[in-house]
């Protein structure tokens, strides 16, 4: 018999895409889900997974696993739920992209629309995670990236922004509509890791022999800001991020745009007018880029 953990283990493989953030996500060791991973391989007969020293693929027994660890995880987590007391209030669970300035967010929170208490459940995460805990329904709606030709989930567009320098307010470049890439050769940059664009990111400034020094990387958009309003350095953010003591300044000839929305799960007929979610579109929409 295989027992649920190893499944959600394997999950977890596929939806992190290597063992240690699969780990990480399970709350174990890595040793303790390798060895995991090796009892499930054990029960089926077959390697799940070609590994390599960059990422880990599904071989063609893990592909058909996958399908029936899917479905048994979605019934585990049916059977919970209906041995949840009946008066109970149902939670909304959303899932909100890490690069989705937290700000806005807090807006749709502060303005009361959204409720507090027991009705609403945030799970932050990437946009991998996301769509693996969408597709294995642990969340309702996920707010994320809106990928062209997105068909796997119904999807709702919020706004559409592109990308820009965050500085310091008293940086002397601050006071500029737009900056060139050149301009910049002599600053010290901060990275944002887990940015969508950072591939992109990279390629213009080196297309231009722009070869900054760096003082900071960080998957901590908060503490990005922090240190940016503080003189540490600048960075690339999206439109929509906003600090005390931090300017915002377009950069020239950097195309990158992303549409940013909602991934509806299940349950989504029934979500579209669900009160939180109005109050994160109108967060989000609230300076006029709303599509």
């Not at 669970?93 to 009705?119: H, K, Q, T, W, Y």
Request: include cysteine; charged fraction near 25%; glycine fraction near 8%.
């Amino acid at each position: 018999m295989i027992e649920r953990y190893l499944l959600r283990y394997f999950l977890a493989v596929v939806d992190q895409g290597n063992f240690s953030r699969a780990a990480a996500h399970c709350l174990v060791s890595q040793p303790t889900l390798s060895v995991g991973i090796a009892k499930l391989e054990q029960a089926v007969g077959a390697p799940l997974f070609l590994r390599s020293n960059q990422r880990v693929e599904l071989t063609e027994a893990g592909a058909r696993l996958l399908t029936h660890a899917r479905r048994i995880e979605r019934e585990f987590n049916l059977a919970e739920m209906a041995g949840e007391k009946a008066e109970q209030a149902p939670v909304l669970r959303i899932g909100v992209l890490l690069s989705i300035a937290g700000e806005l967010v807090a807006r749709a929170i502060a303005d009361g629309a959204m409720p507090r208490e027991g009705r609403t459940e945030i799970v932050p995460g990437s946009e991998r995670e996301l769509l693996g805990r969408l597709d294995a329904e642990r969340i309702d709606v996920a707010l994320t990236l809106i990928r062209p030709g997105a068909d796997r989930f119904p999807t709702q567009s919020i706004i559409e922004e592109g990308y820009g320098i965050a500085m310091a307010a008293d940086h002397p470049l601050a006071g500029r509509a737009m900056v060139a890439a050149e301009e910049l050769a002599s600053e010290t940059m901060i990275v944002r890791r887990h940015c969508e664009a950072l591939s992109a990111t990279s390629r213009y400034f080196v297309d231009r022999g722009v070869r900054p020094h760096f003082a900071l990387r960080s998957t901590n958009d908060e503490r990005v800001m922090q240190m940016v309003a503080a003189g540490l350095g600048i960075t690339v953010m999206p439109d929509s991020y906003r600090w005390p003591g931090m300017a915002r300044v377009a950069l020239k000839d950097f195309g990158e745009r992303r549409t940013v929305g909602f991934l509806y799960g299940a349950r989504a007929a029934g979500l579209r007018e669900a009160p939180a979610l109005k109050a994160l579109v109108a967060s989000l929409g609230a300076d006029g880029r709303q599509t």
